[in-house]
């Protein structure tokens, strides 16, 4: 029940294109028992992000309300709701990462970059996220760059990673 | 914050029929017996034992998440949680152990490490869960201090959240909150709005409206269950914060809508607090919507009229008199026209919202003191047909189910009822069982919220044409028949076989087929048929229907075929099942019960039965008129003609609410001493010479009957703020009249009811206040009332199925007016609005709108917010449009709510033939863009504003007393 005279749009809306492109994810998916996770990932891997402004065309082809799906998307973390970095960087932060050595790369990040966890440095080069365990505990430690997991990390591997991503030295 | 007054026992009672099978357990060393499927925390509470708890509460399924309420049970693994453990056969329980003391300690340090220290404060004190469960489980020092990360230092926490103090009704303050998710759930359970969700996880935990947005901006409908369901402060009433926690409690009934909830008014002193459901309320079982709990500040509303006026002309000023001065002048009038006009020259009105005993004493006093039979109600113009049609079928005039039947429907049709915006606690009931899975056809010209709502989706929309429901029930019907579905073993055994054998051979002949009829629905016949089958063979089906089937030409007609409908599939007499007219105000049912029409005694027993007026006559003394009075509109007639002089109105406002208002107004104009009861200066009142202030249903004692033919009680809480109650108002014009009324109480007239109404024999106040609420029947037959009626034999007898030829409406679209304008309600405001326009209600819903279809908006470069005219062969105004999709090409819609709207202005004189009941519900109109208000308007504003400033300037009467 909305009040009158008073607009009350989450975000920017879908621009026409996006409407079209997201249209063609729901559409096929709908229908399938438990539909909102894959949904959800669908759009996170076509957009980068899932845009609050989506929520509404997912809610209603669900038939969930807007609130549910805020609430899954906000439950999961690797589900964001902001655009990420041209490259997106997961270090793992888990007992055996960190046994390994991970505190020395989280400290490594932390002053190269200049941003903290769930942050995107100003350029928009890179987005840093914590990741707790990525299956990789023998080849320890782990982090994933664009979905690629690179094991055995020291801090002059990770110092290659992020040059191969453009960050400034 | 729930009522302190209402004890909780953690979880809902099982409804299952296992309930007949007891179980037996030992809680603590007790023995305990309980239906199987009890959980163990509400088996231990119903043998006063209690367990502590947080998230659970007996309005909400057991959710387990608080760790609060763990057990040992012997034999169980580790300390399961009371709430989610269902009872066994020889389980033994115990709540209290040293481990877990230890265990519920930590959890609750951890509770209060996050949580403001400042009780003293906080507008739950001594009333808070929280506060409770710290006191039972004992948390002295915390080893968790305060100086962390937490939600409530706003300094020195990104965490905090501010308050949301949008809501004009509740205020949020994330701050306070323990995410129980108790809000969360009231809002998916008991309401099905879904607006609420818990963002984040962890420590990020919150309680979001919609997409963390504001919660009046989200989809919340301010019903208010999240705010009673709160354990804590963190949802709370705003009145609460301003006034206090009240200290005293009164169990009454709402003077909305048809659903008659049970409230208690909680109160300090002569102040109403909040009012707050009441968990056994029958009708409503602790849930209420945004007009009932919150929208009462009209009852002090600084408009209302607390001083009798009077006034020789509606061009003077009024003159505040005395209460003797104001009846004295009233009795005179009234005798002075019936000596120079005739004794038919004047008549009463009595109102849907006021309680049973004052309709009682109004038409007591019509027929009995003014010698007539001119008595008539506003239910004239929305459920009269449902009367005629119910009592030709079926025998009685109201509806076959309680509410709770609900719970067992498999298949419901909904035909011209909005319930989530007019009957919205209904409507979530009716959610409720939806999400259970329970099938839905919905008829309606317009998408209704209930078609497509999350978790909810009718299998069938028949968005039909405004003015065809008589031929889609009769294809529906013909469908059934032809494919052999329909019940004849019922029908056999429980209706007439000469009349059923007539109707079949009617409804057989091809014109009701669903192809032949498609002309005139619009809806395709392979819909039709597929909705017949399922209402026919979908399990238990009721039919649900509400003003889009009654206000029509053919309203008993369609009422008819609806009975038709159910009696054909053995659709009756059962839980589950039956016809339900959903009512639109409070006390429909009940003022119709009692006696309001002119051709009807109350019991709905006709005035010319001569036994039954003989009764009458024995117990009030006077002799009755055999012959029926006028109704409403011939009311108007009369006073056109010149033969009809005064009229006495309790709580109506014929001005607003009656068809063609042009010629209302004109009747209205013609009469020399209209005399309004009522709580405002409403419509009617600017064209009256008496003005007698009325009083609020927290002012006065009394019944309404909802729905369900429940009576439940309404009672006083607060002295009358004009002095009088309006059934003292009544009795004192009588008197002054010469015909004695000594009533000290409303339950003397009640006594009286029961006396002379065979189906209310069996009530009482006493019985009232025994049973809760009472539904009639309530007789020797039936002493503790009739939840589902007809159910071995139709108190007619026999079922008589009736022909229900189809005839189209002489309100027909044409080249000048080829729209047709339909009307309804919306959840935020009822009915002419003079309630809830005075609340902050309005801020939902400031003005009505035009909705119309985009194709008909952009055949004429209508846009969003355009003022357009709607012009009908009655009359024209001007409204905003909203450009909508609910709505089919060829028909707009609008509300009522608004005076000067005046979508009465545009409604024309067709009605019912049986009945009378206007036809709001079809008007052939055109719309244009235009760039002012109507003439119509214009001149409503000049004369509305006129009236106001003779109120204004309202004298004193150089006599004045005290009443």
């Known amino acids: 029940m909305k009040p009158v005279a008073k607009s009350s749009s989450a975000s920017n809306p879908l621009d026409a294109d996006m409407h079209l492109r997201l249209e063609g994810i729901i559409t096929p998916m709908a229908a399938m028992p438990g539909a909102l996770l894959p949904i959800l990932h669908a759009v996170q891997d076509a957009f980068g992000h899932v845009p609050p402004a989506c929520v509404p065309l997912i809610a209603n082809a669900l038939n969930l309300s807007r609130a549910e799906v805020h609430g899954v998307i906000s439950f999961y973390h690797d589900f964001r709701s902001t655009p990420p970095g041209r490259h997106v960087l997961k270090l793992c932060r888990a007992e055996a990462c960190q046994a390994r050595g991970a505190r020395e790369l989280e400290a490594q990040l932390v002053s190269r970059l200049g941003i903290g966890f769930h942050e995107t440095t100003a350029d928009g080069s890179i987005t840093l996220e914590p990741v707790y365990c990525l299956g990789n505990c023998a080849c320890a430690p782990t982090a994933m760059l664009d979905g690629t997991v690179h094991g055995r990390l020291s801090t002059e591997r990770m110092a290659s990673l992020l040059d191969s991503c453009g960050v400034k030295k | 914050m729930r009522s302190k007054f209402d004890p909780d026992l953690g979880t809902p009672a099982i409804q299952s029929l296992d309930t007949l099978k007891l179980v037996q357990l030992s809680i603590n060393g007790i023995a305990v017996r309980v239906p199987a499927g009890t959980s163990v925390m509400r088996a231990a509470a119903l043998n006063d034992i209690q367990v502590p708890r947080l998230c659970a509460t007996d309005t909400l399924d057991a959710f387990g998440s608080c760790r609060l309420c763990l057990v040992e049970i012997e034999g169980m693994k580790g300390y399961p949680a009371s709430c989610t453990t269902p009872v066994a056969e020889g389980m033994k329980v115990t709540t209290q152990s040293t481990r877990l003391a230890e265990l519920r300690r930590g959890v609750m340090e951890l509770y209060v490490s996050d949580h403001p220290l400042d009780c003293d404060t906080c507008p739950a004190n001594g009333h808070c869960e929280l506060q409770d469960m710290a006191e039972v489980i004992g948390v002295g020092d915390t080893r968790y201090h305060h100086e962390g990360a937490n939600h409530f230092r706003e300094d020195a926490n990104p965490a905090f959240a501010a308050p949301d103090v949008s809501n004009p009704y509740f205020a949020f303050d994330p701050s306070l909150c323990i995410v129980c998710s108790r809000c969360v759930r009231a809002c998916d359970e008991v309401q099905g709005t879904h607006a609420l969700t818990i963002q984040g996880r962890g420590f990020d935990s919150k309680v979001a409206a919609s997409q963390d947005q504001s919660f009046l901006d989200s989809e919340c409908v301010s019903c208010g269950a999240c705010v009673q369901a709160c354990p804590t402060a963190a949802l709370m009433e705003k009145s609460v914060i301003a006034q206090g926690q009240p200290e005293r409690n009164e169990i009454t009934t709402c003077a909305y809508c048809g659903v008659g909830c049970s409230f208690r008014a909680e109160m300090q002193g002569e102040d109403v607090v909040r009012m707050v459901p009441h968990i056994d309320g029958k009708a409503n079982h602790g849930h209420a919507c945004v007009k009932g709990r919150f929208a009462i500040g009209y009852a002090t509303h600084a408009e209302r009229i607390t001083k009798p006026m009077i006034r020789a002309s509606i061009h003077e000023p009024w003159t505040v008199v005395s209460w003797d001065e104001a009846i004295a002048h009233t009795a005179r009038e009234?005798?002075?026209?019936?000596?120079?006009?005739?004794?038919?020259?004047?008549?009463?009105?009595?109102?849907?919202?006021?309680?049973?005993?004052?309709?009682?004493?109004?038409?007591?006093?019509?027929?009995?003191?003014?010698?007539?039979?001119?008595?008539?109600?506003?239910?004239?113009?929305?459920?009269?047909?449902?009367?005629?049609?119910?009592?030709?079928?079926?025998?009685?005039?109201?509806?076959?189910?309680?509410?709770?039947?609900?719970?067992?429907?498999?298949?419901?049709?909904?035909?011209?009822?909005?319930?989530?915006?007019?009957?919205?606690?209904?409507?979530?009931?009716?959610?409720?069982?939806?999400?259970?899975?329970?099938?839905?056809?919905?008829?309606?010209?317009?998408?209704?919220?209930?078609?497509?709502?999350?978790?909810?989706?009718?299998?069938?929309?028949?968005?039909?044409?405004?003015?065809?429901?008589?031929?889609?029930?009769?294809?529906?019907?013909?469908?059934?028949?032809?494919?052999?579905?329909?019940?004849?073993?019922?029908?056999?055994?429980?209706?007439?076989?000469?009349?059923?054998?007539?109707?079949?051979?009617?409804?057989?002949?091809?014109?009701?087929?669903?192809?032949?009829?498609?002309?005139?629905?619009?809806?395709?016949?392979?819909?039709?048929?597929?909705?017949?089958?399922?209402?026919?063979?979908?399990?238990?089906?009721?039919?649900?229907?509400?003003?889009?089937?009654?206000?029509?030409?053919?309203?008993?007609?369609?009422?008819?075929?609806?009975?038709?409908?159910?009696?054909?599939?053995?659709?009756?007499?059962?839980?589950?099942?039956?016809?339900?007219?959903?009512?639109?105000?409070?006390?429909?049912?009940?003022?119709?019960?009692?006696?309001?029409?002119?051709?009807?005694?109350?019991?709905?027993?006709?005035?010319?039965?001569?036994?039954?007026?003989?009764?009458?006559?024995?117990?009030?003394?006077?002799?009755?008129?055999?012959?029926?009075?006028?109704?409403?509109?011939?009311?108007?007639?009369?006073?056109?003609?010149?033969?009809?002089?005064?009229?006495?109105?309790?709580?109506?406002?014929?001005?607003?609410?009656?068809?063609?208002?042009?010629?209302?107004?004109?009747?209205?104009?013609?009469?020399?001493?209209?005399?309004?009861?009522?709580?405002?200066?409403?419509?009617?009142?600017?064209?009256?010479?008496?003005?007698?202030?009325?009083?609020?249903?927290l002012e006065k004692d009394g019944t309404f009957t909802n729905a369900e033919r429940r009576i439940s009680r309404v009672r006083k809480v607060m002295q009358p703020k004009a002095?009088?109650?309006?059934?003292?108002?009544?009795?004192?014009?009588?008197?002054?009249?010469?015909?004695?009324?000594?009533?000290?109480?409303?339950?003397?007239?009640?006594?009286?009811?029961?006396?002379?109404?065979?189906?209310?024999?069996?009530?009482?106040?006493?019985?009232?206040?025994?049973?809760?609420?009472?539904?009639?029947?309530?007789?020797?037959?039936?002493?503790?009332?009739?939840?589902?009626?007809?159910?071995?034999?139709?108190?007619?007898?026999?079922?008589?199925?009736?022909?229900?030829?189809?005839?189209?409406?002489?309100?027909?679209?044409?080249?000048?007016?080829?729209?047709?304008?339909?009307?309804?309600?919306?959840?935020?405001?009822?009915?002419?609005?003079?309630?809830?326009?005075?609340?902050?209600?309005?801020?939902?819903?400031?003005?009505?709108?035009?909705?119309?279809?985009?194709?008909?908006?952009?055949?004429?470069?209508?846009?969003?917010?355009?003022?357009?005219?709607?012009?009908?062969?009655?009359?024209?105004?001007?409204?905003?449009?909203?450009?909508?999709?609910?709505?089919?090409?060829?028909?707009?819609?609008?509300?009522?709510?608004?005076?000067?709207?005046?979508?009465?202005?545009?409604?024309?004189?067709n009605s019912d033939w049986a009945t009378n009941c206007p036809e709001y519900k079809v008007t052939a109109v055109e719309v244009t863009r235009v760039s002012q208000p109507s003439e119509w308007q214009q001149r409503y504003r000049a004369f509305s504003d006129a009236q106001q400033q003779l109120l204004r300037e309202r004298r004193m009467s150089p006599t004045p007393a005290a009443p």
């Not at chain 2, 449902?386 to 030709?392: N, S």
């Not at chain 2, 028949?481 to 056999?492: C, K, P, Q, R, S």
């Not at chain 2, 003397?748 to 009482?764: H, K, N, Q």
């Not at chain 2, 009332?785 to 027909?812: A, N, S």
Request: charged share 20%.
């Open chain 2, 334 to 697: 009234f005798r002075r026209i019936q000596a120079e006009h005739g004794r038919d020259s004047i008549g009463g009105i009595t109102s849907s919202r006021c309680t049973n005993e004052e309709t009682w004493l109004v038409q007591k006093l019509v027929r009995a003191a003014f010698g007539n039979n001119n008595v008539d109600t506003c239910a004239r113009v929305c459920h009269s047909p449902t009367g005629y049609g119910l009592k030709a079928t079926l025998g009685e005039s109201a509806g076959t189910q309680n509410f709770d039947s609900v719970r067992k429907t498999d298949v419901m049709f909904v035909i011209g009822a909005n319930p989530t915006d007019a009957h919205p606690v209904f409507g979530s009931a009716m959610k409720r069982r939806l999400r259970e899975g329970a099938r839905l056809i919905v008829a309606d010209p317009r998408s209704i919220d209930l078609v497509r709502t999350p978790h909810v989706q009718a299998d069938y929309l028949l968005q039909l044409k405004p003015g065809s429901n008589v031929a889609l029930l009769n294809a529906m019907a013909h469908a059934i028949v032809e494919e052999g579905l329909h019940d004849a073993a019922f029908i056999a055994l429980r209706c007439e076989d000469a009349s059923f054998q007539r109707w079949l051979t009617f409804i057989r002949e091809p014109r009701n087929s669903p192809e032949a009829s498609e002309a005139d629905t619009g809806v395709p016949a392979a819909s039709v048929r597929a909705a017949a089958r399922l209402y026919a063979t979908g399990g238990n089906a009721a039919i649900y229907y509400g003003l889009g089937v009654t206000e029509h030409a053919q309203g008993s007609t369609a009422v008819m075929a609806i009975a038709n409908l159910a009696m054909l599939t053995g659709n009756i007499g059962r839980p589950g099942v039956g016809v339900n007219p959903m009512r639109g105000q409070n006390n429909v049912q009940g003022s119709c019960d009692m006696g309001s029409f002119p051709h009807e005694l109350p019991g709905y027993r006709h005035v010319s039965d001569n036994a039954v007026r003989a009764e009458f006559e024995k117990d009030w003394g006077v002799g009755l008129l055999a012959e029926p009075g006028l109704r409403i509109p011939n009311m108007f007639e009369a006073a056109l003609d010149g033969e009809f002089k005064a009229l006495y109105i309790q709580g109506e406002d014929l001005a607003q609410s009656d068809p063609n208002t042009q010629h209302v107004t004109a009747a209205l104009s013609a009469m020399e001493c209209i005399v309004v009861q009522d709580l405002f200066l409403n419509e009617t009142a600017k064209f009256a010479h008496v003005f007698l202030p009325g009083s609020t249903f």
């Open chain 2, 723 to 909: 002095g009088y109650a309006d059934w003292e108002i009544t009795q004192l014009i009588a008197q002054a009249m010469g015909y004695p009324m000594h009533y000290t109480h409303p339950s003397e007239i009640m006594e009286e009811i029961a006396r002379l109404t065979p189906t209310f024999a069996g009530v009482s106040y006493a019985r009232i206040d025994e049973l809760g609420s009472i539904q009639w029947p309530c007789n020797d037959a039936a002493p503790e009332g009739t939840p589902i009626m007809h159910v071995d034999e139709f108190v007619r007898g026999k079922g008589r199925f009736m022909l229900t030829e189809y005839l189209p409406t002489t309100e027909r679209v044409n080249a000048r007016f080829p729209l047709i304008l339909t009307t309804g309600r919306i959840l935020s405001q009822y009915n002419v609005g003079a309630q809830t326009r005075r609340t902050p209600n309005s801020l939902w819903h400031s003005e009505d709108v035009l909705e119309i279809h985009p194709h008909d908006a952009e055949q004429r470069g209508i846009a969003e917010g355009d003022w357009v005219g709607i012009a009908s062969r009655a009359g024209d105004t001007v409204l905003r449009a909203r450009i909508s999709s609910r709505m089919q090409a060829g028909v707009v819609y609008t509300t009522f709510h608004f005076p000067f709207s005046g979508a009465n202005v545009i409604t024309t004189e």
